[in-house]
């Protein structure tokens, strides 16, 4: 699995785990087989062409679970990858995984009592149903292309508790323990969640977006169409009940994002795109409104409120990554804006070598032109270390006074920021701020901004996690035999 793991951003390998194949019993082989065979059966003809001949072509097998290693170098050839992940991960990490061009792969399978149709992330749904389509190349491009969308995407407070009860009703639904009062206690936990999220947040649209194009979309017309959603290619109850004249076909449009969806429940409507390049228009679409796009006023007041990691960009080329605490001054024209840390400083989507995280705690950019009306980066490239005390006027009105003890540059010659001791920060309206240090970012006007960290650098190294997937079960144990030996190919790690 060399060619993925090299691939995963580094702050991404903590979510990879190594699958266990000999973890794998005769009656998960066997749950493999009966569900694999009836949706050979049934998807011979309902099923997008690509499905075919893609299950073979990405390596997967009817008669055994397949080898995610395996399954990665056959992916290779059209330019992606899979790694094993421990069931639900978070939907940033998912988006990312899919942007970078790998396929997060649940090495956990559904029980004998869920062979119909599982809500947890299993085996059998992410590489049954999402790896065949990906030899397609106008589809394969559009998840990456959502992919690294809805990693820039906003989420609401909100959206944390949608997450977490999904996560948990899921996971009460496939265990074949648990009780009629169980499952309606997480039920109403959702239902909960859902009713207290008054604000539809622009991640919940992409996720919308998601949920009927690549899990539950249909090719063709309303009247006439095959399947290429993983949902409902992974599903032997979808597979067949989409086909209801009570399950709604429409066409696929931007429309699609303002209807919610439920993972627990057979959808009541589908949405079918006559090609897959309709995707790309319509994410084109859907991303029109995303605040990293319209940016402004919009894309700083969206920010505020999602109080999730942030990037701000501005005029100058200079990135701010953290979580916006406070806008000073009018949202379409702020005097400053406060973020609270571990901040990084950063050029042109990179962070600054000496502005990592680490270097800033809760801290100010002092937004907006120079008295004179230059851009801080070129009206401050004269700037130097003095022992004098200096002051730097900008046109809002706002001022920074202290000793210049550092000035950072660019290989242009622009100024990236200055190192100012016994600073003193004075903002319209504001009572003056005293720093023994401040970095003064020379950002200039604010542009945009996007949700999660523009450089994955931000947020450091992580390592693999070791954990080894499936877990024994209590009726796995017993089960094990010869038919649960890894098939031929690498190790997963």
């Known amino acids: 699995m060399a060619g993925a793991l090299s691939e995963i951003p580094a702050h991404l390998r903590r979510f990879v785990v190594e699958q266990d194949y000999g973890q794998y019993t005769e009656s998960d082989q066997a749950v493999w087989r009966f569900v694999l065979a009836r949706l050979s059966s049934s998807l011979n003809e309902r099923a997008h062409p690509a499905y075919k001949h893609g299950l073979a072509a990405t390596g997967i097998r009817l008669d055994r679970i397949p080898s995610i290693a395996e399954m990665n170098d056959k992916l290779g050839r059209f330019g992606w990858g899979a790694v094993a992940v421990d069931g639900f991960i978070p939907p940033r990490a998912f988006q990312e995984f899919q942007a970078a061009g790998i396929l997060p792969i649940a090495a956990e399978i559904r ?96 996720s919308r977006l998601y949920w009927w194009t690549a899990e539950y979309g249909l090719f063709g017309t309303p009247e006439q169409y095959t399947l290429y959603g993983a949902g409902l290619l992974s599903s032997i109850g979808e597979s067949r009940s989409c086909h209801a004249t009570e399950v709604r076909k429409l066409p696929l ?52 409120e999602s109080r999730e990691l942030a990037t701000l960009r501005f005029s100058s080329g200079a990135i701010a990554i953290g979580v916006l605490a406070r806008v000073l001054g009018p949202f379409d024209a702020p005097w400053a804006v406060e973020l609270s840390g571990p901040v990084g400083f950063g050029w042109d989507g990179r962070l600054l070598p000496e502005h990592f995280p680490n270097a800033h705690a809760d801290c100010w950019v002092i937004v907006g032109r120079l008295a004179d009306g230059s851009s801080p980066d070129t009206g401050l490239v004269g700037a130097s270390p003095s022992s004098r005390r200096t002051s730097i006027e900008f046109v809002s009105g706002a001022r920074v006074e202290g000793r210049i003890v550092r000035r950072e540059g660019l290989p242009d010659g622009r100024t990236a920021c200055l190192e100012l001791e016994a600073a003193r920060i004075v903002l319209p309206r504001s009572a003056p701020r005293e720093l023994a240090r401040f970095t003064l970012l020379c950002a200039g006007d604010f542009v945009t901004a996007r949700a999660g960290a523009a450089d994955g650098a931000y947020h450091g190294e992580t390592q693999y996690s070791g954990v080894r997937v499936p877990r024994p079960r209590p009726n796995r144990a017993s089960t094990r035999s010869a038919a649960s030996a890894p098939p031929p190919g690498p190790s997963t790690h």
């Open 111 to 206: 029980t004998s009592e869920h062979v119909e149709y599982t809500p947890a992330p299993d085996i059998i749904h992410e590489a049954a149903g999402h790896a065949p389509i990906l030899p397609e190349p106008t589809f394969a491009a559009y998840l990456r292309r959502i992919g690294e969308v809805g990693a820039q995407a906003f989420t609401v407070p909100a959206d944390a508790a949608v997450y977490t009860a999904i996560y948990e009703l899921s996971e009460v639904k496939e265990r074949p323990d648990a009780t009629a009062e169980e499952v309606e206690r997480a039920e109403r936990a959702l239902a909960e969640a859902l009713a207290n999220g008054t604000v539809v947040s622009e991640a919940a649209r992409l």
């Open 253 to 304: 449009d931007e429309g699609c994002v303002e209807v919610d969806y439920d993972i627990t429940r057979p959808q009541p409507q589908l949405f079918v795109t006559p090609d897959f390049e309709t995707l790309h228009a319509v994410l084109d679409r859907v991303a029109e409104g995303l605040a990293v796009r319209r940016g402004g006023a919009y894309a700083l007041r969206t920010a505020l």
